[in-house]
């Protein structure tokens, strides 16, 4: 099976038609349309094999993670995905894991109907880059810099779970296909409607990709602010606080990666109309805690401040 | 050094700065803008080491080489080149090593005003995978389904010399930092002008990196339609010829890759505006053969039917 056989079978048909997608997969280059007064929002990432998920893990699930770990950062701009090109690197072309590969990433694509139009397949170490291209209105994309002191502190879902898995994975447990922690890990959920509702309601937001604690940091750090919140406040799944206890599930909650929830913030005259839009959303939204001008991000547990937790995923 | 000191450090100043960027890199996504009536252009290349480059190729080489593989995606398709994105995965995060790339990187992209709005740095196994985005007003993208029986097949530049230094390398000879024939493997020119300046005259075009006959066939079956072409016609450097000896240099001419020569198709009445316009370029361009309805791409040598040459570079 060569490269273009592959294309072919794989990565050619099955996936969103845009009306938008003049040229796709087959050429030297994509050609798409944006329109009038949008702008292109850009994000790229890579999933390595034995960095960022274990080699054994289902193909439907490297595609799955490769995919919503873009659709995330778009969602986290308050862009609409449109389109998205991949680049796999693949030791053999085995045709059972390509089939479920191309199936976890047909599923998710056209969940948010976003069109493949190009990529690269090459020899190499297992790992999966995908570019994904989504759109805004001019002015309407949601940064990381716009926190002001007195927003409030949101997140989506709950966060940890992903991490307990990747801790539990990495200390060789056997998971359970069905187990909802494990699905957390394999499929997570990108908030692509509830980023897009967040436009012209935060003031900055960040998928929480790292760990909360890093992640909510760096957009703090980007608005040139800091921000409080008590542990307390902090989301947890009934699962993993069945799991892990409370206690671990809120270290978890603050340094575990890999959940893709949005953190946001919000002035107080949007918090109503915040809650009001967050309404019809599937996954609940909670304030977790709010911005001040002291830098750096604080967390305190029955009122006393904790020390920093340790570093959430890091790259190297 | 960790993720955020590596992009500090080398992947956020000294690129071209656009005013076309509303957000570059540093946010969760890059934000930019297209022209009234113009349509996006998306490419992406990966470059695995032992399978695209030796892995103890200077690092900027492995930087221009994975820029140009991209420019010269775009340039096949007609783009003007504006922003791209940079995954890459690193073994180990050395500074000499990131010093090097960085500033092969900082080179070409500058060369060629093209603006880096983002990326991923991982740990893994060397590789690089760029996607660039270029623009060209609408309808004016140059596919590589246009060609025509009776268009004139040309060439730039000459083909080969990567080849055959891919193949020594292979072999394990050691050779001068300042060989032509090395220099064009590792410092490849992306024909980006060329490209530009081939639109409204070109039906069809695509960039040479698996190999001429390889490459050329594929814009023929885009087509539907066939060629022909005398091998004597092939142009070859001075180098190759004298490193490789007449013979063995119009076999790598046909098979060797990674040169990024446009090859395209002129219709008779845009030939003279086509030798017009390329009066300018710093590379030369050759009439190597015309388009024919047989499909199937066929060489001649003194007037006799040569046998298919081997395949390209295959992926797999």
Redesign the interface.
């Known amino acids: 099976?060569?490269?273009i056989e592959?294309i072919r079978r794989y990565f050619s048909t099955g996936y969103p038609a845009r009306g938008d997608v003049?040229?796709g997969v087959?050429?030297?280059?994509?050609?798409?349309?944006?329109g009038?007064g949008e702008?292109?929002?850009?994000?790229?990432?890579?999933?390595?094999?034995?960095?960022?998920f274990p080699p054994e893990l289902a193909a439907e699930a490297v595609a799955h993670r490769a995919l919503a770990a873009n659709l995330s950062?778009?969602a986290?701009?308050g862009?609409a995905p449109r389109?998205f090109?991949?680049?796999l690197?693949?030791p053999?072309?085995e045709s059972a894991w390509l089939e479920a590969f191309a199936a976890g990433l047909r599923q998710l694509a056209g969940r948010f109907d976003t069109a493949l139009?190009?990529?690269?397949?090459?020899?190499?170490?297992l790992?999966v880059?995908i570019?994904a291209?989504?759109a805004?209105r001019?002015g309407q994309?949601i940064?990381?810099?716009g926190a002001a002191s007195g927003d409030g502190i949101f997140l989506t879902g709950s966060s940890g779970d992903a991490g307990w898995t990747w801790q539990a994975l990495a200390e060789g447990l056997e998971l359970d296909a069905d187990d909802p922690l494990h699905r957390r890990f394999m499929f997570p959920e990108p908030r692509v409607a509830e980023g897009i509702g967040l436009r012209g309601l935060a003031t900055a937001?960040?998928?929480v990709s790292d760990g909360l604690h890093v992640d909510l940091g760096r957009l703090l750090a980007?608005s040139g602010v800091g921000g409080e919140a008590n542990i307390e406040s902090l989301p947890l799944s009934a699962a993993l606080t069945a799991q892990a206890g409370e206690t671990r599930a809120r270290e978890l909650a603050l340094t575990g990666g890999d959940d893709y929830e949005l953190c946001f913030t919000v002035p107080a005259d949007n918090e109503a109309p915040l809650l009001a839009v967050a309404a019809a959303w599937p996954c609940r939204v909670t304030r977790i805690g709010q911005v001040l001008s002291t830098p750096g991000m604080r967390w305190r547990q029955a009122g006393e401040l904790l020390a920093p937790p340790a570093a959430g995923f890091?790259?190297?």
Do not use: K, N, Q, Y
């Open positions: 099976m060569d490269e592959i003049v040229l087959g050429d030297d280059g994509a050609l798409t349309r944006l009038d702008e292109l929002v850009t994000v790229t990432d890579t999933l390595v094999a034995g960095t960022h950062d778009l986290a701009m862009a389109w090109t991949l680049a690197a693949l053999v072309a139009v190009g990529g690269d397949t090459v020899r190499g170490p790992s880059t570019t291209l989504g805004v001019a994309a940064g990381r810099s937001a960040i998928d980007a890091r790259h190297f």
